[in-house]
């Protein structure tokens, strides 16, 4: 597999050989239209601006020598004739030099009594202050903007030569795909990466045209990818970049054009092809979303860039501190996507899960960290770089909340983003011990926690003592909730309680090491004396209650232990267990950070606590009460 920098080098050179075109031609608009176009020529000014001596304010125009000595001790009368009244952006008469504010005149009988002297060419825009006639206004390869067009029409300009928006065409592919909003049956899906590739493409200023879904033939997705590339800048073919049976792009690039590269050193997206079809530059981006939408970055962006005579937009690096380990391929470049909010005055990176089909880790991603080849990771609290996705203010107020999942929480972060468009609860399901050391490494404002101590039958606080010894700690309540088997519809195996998992061919699905919900199950299975080894699906894991109700209504597992909201939300039944408090652990001196209020006002909202209730299995008659 090739380095990037590499790969585009080598597919550059593929498409010279290829006779693609080095840029997309000009055509001469009005400024009304250029916003957002590349220039392709150096743009110089028709005329000054401003293109006389200007009034910069309101007032009386004089001779500066007739001013001398007058102040507020000593007014100065100037006679009728030696001035004249005079507006903003008015012509400065000729026998006049200087301009005295409206406020340090009092008009009298006879004249004008100043109050303030001034200097030769004070409060006067001169002529060219702004802009001078045949100087350089922009250069080649700019992207205009609103502020750009209006130095233009100021400098006499009313039509500029810019290169054309380049043409992206997106050809999907794959018998399983289907359009958006079409009727789907089990084993397929809807067409969401030629909606995402070409919204990519307009977001950068092309022109983007999504093509039928071609199924998985050769000889069809060769007709339509010649068709496509001979009204096309840029072809993207979706999927069948990789190596399975049915993945066919490599050979229609090789049949009809020029194959580059095939297999790029980094993760997600390393299936990437990159090659040229009747003179136009192809790039073959896999199937998975996150994959797809990485090589429109890696790729598709820098050779559009290309293409219009322009720099490529670079995202804006900060520095943040690592909420947990990250390992990595030490081959593979790789990319990952991170969340980031404020603790304690600095940044702080979470990961996202790093699978390349999980689409929604880039709808919540506020960063890239780039892993580089050669490194095995980074170690948590590493200080590292990313590159912002959004605006750093945006950031700024963000909750950082890591540590066990909770249904409430989703209804938690959705209703303060209403109450404030600018306040973000950024939550992290890491485990509630992981929650605990995040708190304690200053990583996180607020740890959930459900941990049961099987010594004591108690919840959290005894962890605490371990975890974070000497700390000032406080807890505050969020709900207590409805603990249980997910089973499917009608309980069609007549699960009844944790004895049942010992059954021979139940298949299971378990909670992650470090989460509440493993602690209880273990802690269940020590009291009937099961052995974990003789559940079948024991070790297969999933981070949150709704993804433990996804696999039993996938039919994949008969149950999992899990939360009623999160059975009721896919519509199954639910075997109760036992009730349990989910808590917020803080730093008690977090109790009065302004960025925290809003949340508690929250928790104490009847309204909130009265949707918690309608999930199905909680009880909040202690919602944000103080524990600890």
């Known amino acids: 597999m090739t380095a990037v920098a590499e790969a585009l080098e080598v597919w550059y050179v593929a498409c010279a050989n290829a006779s693609c075109?080095?840029?997309?031609?000009?055509?001469?608009?009005?400024?009304?239209?250029?916003?957002?176009?590349?220039t392709a020529q150096t743009v110089w000014a028709l005329r000054s601006s401003p293109p006389f001596d200007a009034s910069a304010m309101d007032g009386i125009a004089l001779r500066a020598s007739d001013t001398t000595g007058a102040s507020d001790a000593a007014p100065l009368l100037i006679p009728a004739g030696a001035y004249e009244v005079i507006d903003t952006g008015d012509l400065l008469p000729d026998a006049f030099d200087a301009v005295v504010m409206r406020e340090h005149v009092r008009f009298a009988d006879g004249g004008a009594e100043l109050r303030a002297e001034v200097a030769p060419y004070q409060n006067v825009r001169s002529i060219?202050?702004?802009?001078?006639?045949?100087?350089?206004?922009?250069?080649?390869g700019h992207r205009l903007r609103a502020v750009d067009v209006a130095a233009c029409g100021a400098a006499g300009v009313t039509e500029v030569l810019v290169r054309r928006k380049p043409i992206v065409a997106v050809l999907p592919t794959g018998d399983e795909i289907r359009p958006i909003g079409?009727?789907?049956?089990?084993?397929?899906?809807?067409?969401?990466?030629?909606?995402?590739?070409?919204?990519?493409?307009?977001?950068?200023?092309?022109?983007?045209?999504?093509?039928?879904?071609?199924?998985?033939?050769?000889?069809?997705?060769?007709?339509?990818?010649?068709?496509?590339?001979?009204?096309?800048?840029?072809?993207?073919?979706?999927?069948?970049?990789?190596?399975?049976?049915?993945?066919?792009?490599?050979?229609?690039?090789?049949?009809?054009?020029?194959?580059?590269?095939?297999?790029?050193?980094?993760?997600?997206?390393?299936?990437?092809?990159?090659?040229?079809?009747?003179?136009?530059?192809?790039?073959?981006a896999p199937g998975y979303p996150v994959s797809a939408a990485l090589s429109f970055e890696m790729f598709a962006a820098p050779l559009i860039a290309r293409l219009e005579g322009?720099?490529?937009?670079?995202?804006?690096?900060?520095?943040?501190?690592?909420?947990?380990?990250?390992?990595?391929?030490?081959?593979l470049d790789e990319w990952v996507r991170v969340r980031l909010g404020r603790v304690g005055g600095?940044?702080?990176?979470?990961?996202?899960?790093?699978?390349?089909?999980?689409?929604?880790?880039?709808?919540?991603?506020?960063?890239?960290l780039l892993v580089p080849a050669g490194a095995e990771g980074h170690d948590a609290d590493a200080e590292v770089e990313v590159r912002l996705l959004r605006e750093l203010g945006?950031?700024?107020?963000?909750?950082?909340?890591?540590?066990?999942?909770?249904?409430?929480?989703?209804?938690?972060?959705?209703?303060?983003?209403?109450?404030?468009?600018?306040?973000?609860?950024?939550?992290?399901?890491?485990?509630?011990?992981?929650?605990?050391?995040?708190?304690?490494?200053?990583?996180?404002?607020?740890?959930g926690s459900c941990l049961l101590d099987p010594e004591t039958g108690g919840y959290t606080l005894s962890y605490i003592d371990q975890v974070l010894p000497g700390r000032d700690i406080a807890v505050v309540r969020l709900a207590v909730r409805e603990q249980g088997l997910i089973v499917a519809p009608g309980n069609p195996l007549g699960l009844s309680g944790i004895e049942d998992l010992a059954r021979g061919a139940l298949r299971y699905v378990n909670r992650q090491p470090g989460s509440g919900t493993r602690a209880l199950v273990d802690y269940e299975l020590a009291r009937s004396g099961i052995a974990p080894t003789s559940i079948i699906g024991y070790d297969r894991e999933e981070h949150t209650h709704l993804a433990v109700a996804a696999s039993v209504a996938s039919g994949r597992c008969d149950c999992g232990l899990g939360l009623l909201a999160a059975a009721g939300a896919f519509g199954l039944d639910f075997v109760p267990l036992r009730r349990e408090p989910f808590d917020l652990v803080l730093n008690a001196a977090s109790l009065e950070d302004p960025l925290l209020g809003p949340f508690w006002d929250l928790l104490s909202s009847s309204n909130f606590q009265a949707s918690v209730r309608a999930l199905g299995g909680y009880d909040t008659s202690e919602t944000g009460r103080r524990i600890l």
Not at 21 to 38: D, F, K, N
Not at 128 to 140: H, K, R, S, T
Not at 319 to 330: E, G
């Open 182 to 284: 079409s009727d789907i049956i089990r084993g397929q899906f809807y067409d969401t990466n030629s909606l995402m590739l070409a919204a990519l493409a307009r977001e950068i200023g092309c022109e983007a045209v999504v093509l039928p879904i071609e199924p998985d033939d050769p000889d069809g997705i060769g007709r339509a990818a010649l068709k496509a590339a001979a009204t096309c800048d840029l072809l993207i073919i979706i999927a069948g970049a990789s190596a399975g049976r049915d993945d066919y792009t490599v050979e229609v690039i090789k049949h009809l054009g020029v194959l580059a590269v095939h297999g790029v050193a980094v993760r997600p997206g390393h299936p990437v092809v990159l090659g040229a079809i009747d003179s136009t530059p192809v790039v073959g």
């Open 310 to 331: 322009t720099l490529e937009t670079a995202r804006p690096i900060v520095r943040a501190r690592l909420a947990r380990k990250i390992a990595s391929p030490v081959d």
């Open 128 to 140: 060219g202050e702004d802009i001078v006639a045949n100087g350089l206004l922009l250069f080649e």
């Open 394 to 447: 945006e950031l700024e107020n963000t909750i950082v909340m890591t540590g066990s999942d909770d249904v409430a929480l989703d209804l938690a972060a959705s209703a303060l983003r209403s109450g404030n468009a600018r306040l973000t609860l950024s939550v992290s399901h890491v485990g509630s011990l992981g929650g605990l050391a995040a708190l304690r490494d200053r990583l996180c404002h607020l740890a």
């Open 21 to 38: 075109p080095e840029r997309v031609e000009p055509l001469l608009l009005p400024l009304s239209q250029a916003v957002g176009r590349v």
């Open 346 to 368: 600095r940044l702080v990176a979470t990961a996202l899960p790093r699978g390349a089909g999980v689409l929604t880790s880039l709808v919540r991603a506020d960063a890239l």
